[in-house]
């Protein structure tokens, strides 16, 4: 009986492609673990969408300050983010004067977040998929809350991105309802926050996506 031999297994093949994926993931990897720098809110956008029965809409404020620890890797980060409620703007001035009264900013003046900790999760390239750990503290109210975010890092500065459902009657804001009921506001909106930090040595304009001119 006549054997037959066949080609002679590459042996080398697993290792090769095992070090080539390594090659690829070990540096965003780093990246997340690498050093960061201290830094100061630098430009940001607060915003939300509402929902009431004459239609959807958007409030929005530029107005933020805030600072950002430096740690050994984005795990150690702590800070805060804050906006003044009176410079949030809808579009509308008479629904801006209400927000205000709902929120009654003139004894409440400002939207706090402050960061207890981060938890690091899947990295693609410059950005890393996180759990900012913290509480909102809103209209004299403070609650817990965990928000799903990003994290793009660049140079001195880093760009934080987070979303998250919030129900106005957790922070105890009246004044949804007009007119009897006609004209009501629904109390679950959804916040959205984009800021970026920077520290001494601010990152030339445009080296993070949506922080120079676009």
Do not use: C
């Not at 430096?70 to 009176?86: K, N």
């Not at 004209?183 to 040595?201: P, Q, S």
């Amino acid at each position: 009986m006549q054997r037959h031999v066949g080609r002679p297994r590459n042996r080398l093949a697993p290792t090769f492609v095992t070090v080539l994926l390594l090659a690829l993931v070990a540096p965003a990897s780093a990246r997340a673990q690498a050093p960061i720098a201290p830094g100061r809110v630098v430009s940001g956008t607060l915003s939300f969408d509402g929902h009431a029965t004459v239609g959807d809409f958007t409030g929005t404020t530029t107005t933020l300050t805030g600072e950002m620890s430096g740690g050994p890797g984005l795990a150690a980060i702590h800070g805060w983010v804050e906006a003044p409620v009176s410079s949030l703007v809808t579009g509308k001035g008479k629904r801006d004067a209400d927000l205000n009264k709902s929120m009654e900013s003139d004894r409440f003046p400002v939207i706090r977040f402050e960061l207890d900790s981060l938890t690091p999760a899947r990295v693609t390239g410059d950005t890393t998929e996180v759990t900012l750990h913290g509480r909102f503290m809103i209209h004299g109210v403070t609650r817990e809350a965990d928000l799903p975010g990003r994290v793009l890092l660049g140079g001195t500065a880093a760009r934080v991105w987070a979303n998250t459902p919030l129900n106005l009657k957790d922070y105890r804001i009246g004044g949804l309802s007009k007119m009897l009921g006609v004209l009501k506001m629904h109390e679950n909106i959804e916040v959205h926050v984009d800021v970026t930090f920077a520290g001494d040595r601010s990152p030339p304009a445009g080296s993070l996506p949506g922080t120079g001119t676009e």
